[in-house]
T-cell receptor, first 112, second 117 residues
Framework: SQQGEEDPQALSIQEGENATMNCSYK?????LQWYRQNSGRGLVHLIL?????REKHSGRLRVTLDTSKKSSSLLITASRAADTASYFC????????????FGKGTTHSVKP | SAVISQKPSRDICQRGTSLTIQCQVD?????MFWYRQQPGQSLTLIAT?????????ESGFVIDKFPISRPNLTFSTLTVSNMSPEDSSIYLC??????????????FGAGTRLSVL
């Protein structure tokens, strides 16, 4: 089965800087989603990009999708300490309803 | 979006015992899922909890080890049976609600952090 792979595994930046996380996957998809997980908490859906879209924005988040390279990136602009969390990409490859394949995640730390 | 309550939030259990985790949703949802997240790892789907019928298990997970109940459209339980230290993980339930069904966006509970001694 396919699996999303994020890089870097860990990212540490200063408050106010931009952070970019990448995700690669293996097979064709219907959509790709990004989730955030704060320490000790469940996952929160951030943004979804469909396979026929190339870029999407939501607040300080910008997601790109390159289906030819089977990759996506998540950019967080002007990072804040509250953005400290793990970020996961998840691919919907059109299998059983609800079956998302999650990547290994990027641990993102923002220093005040 | 659906609001999900999961309990217990954490537990420390002895080897060989069983723990039942509850997931309560504030609205009726079509699909509920159970995931395992091993320390420092990603999420792995254990099973889809089906209302009124047996759960659908993913490869590597069996009903005897992870029995699941779903008596109605707002509630499900996952039992981790005959636990060993290798079962130490975070267990998460998630749901697809009506508004997110077409997009396959899932809403998660806060998780149960299980440690097996």
């Amino acid at each position: 089965s396919q699996q999303g792979e994020e890089d870097p595994q860990a990212l540490s930046i200063q408050e106010g800087e931009n952070a970019t996380m990448n995700c690669s996957y293996k097979t064709s998809i219907n959509n790709l989603q990004w989730y955030r997980q704060n320490s000790g908490r469940g996952l929160v859906h951030l943004i979804l990009i469909r396979s026929n879209e190339r870029e999407k924005h939501s607040g300080r988040l910008r997601v790109t999708l390159d289906t030819s390279k089977k990759s996506s990136s998540l950019l967080i602009t002007a990072s804040r300490a509250a953005d400290t969390a793990s970020y996961f990409c998840a691919t919907d490859y059109g299998g059983s309803q609800g079956n998302l394949i999650f990547g290994k995640g990027t641990t993102h730390s923002v220093k005040p | 979006s659906a609001v999900i309550s999961q309990k217990p939030s954490r537990d420390i259990c002895q080897r060989g015992t069983s723990l039942t985790i509850q997931c309560q949703v504030d609205s009726q949802v079509t699909m509920m899922f159970w995931y395992r997240q091993q320390p420092g790892q990603s999420l792995t789907l254990i099973a889809t909890a089906n209302q009124g019928s047996e759960a659908t298990y993913e490869s590597g997970f069996v009903i005897d080890k992870f029995p699941i109940s779903r008596p109605n459209l707002t509630f499900s339980t996952l039992t981790v049976s005959n636990m060993s230290p290798e079962d130490s993980s975070i267990y998460l339930c998630s749901v697809l609600d009506k508004t997110a069904l077409a997009k396959n966006i899932q809403y998660f509970g806060a998780g149960t952090r299980l440690s097996v001694l």
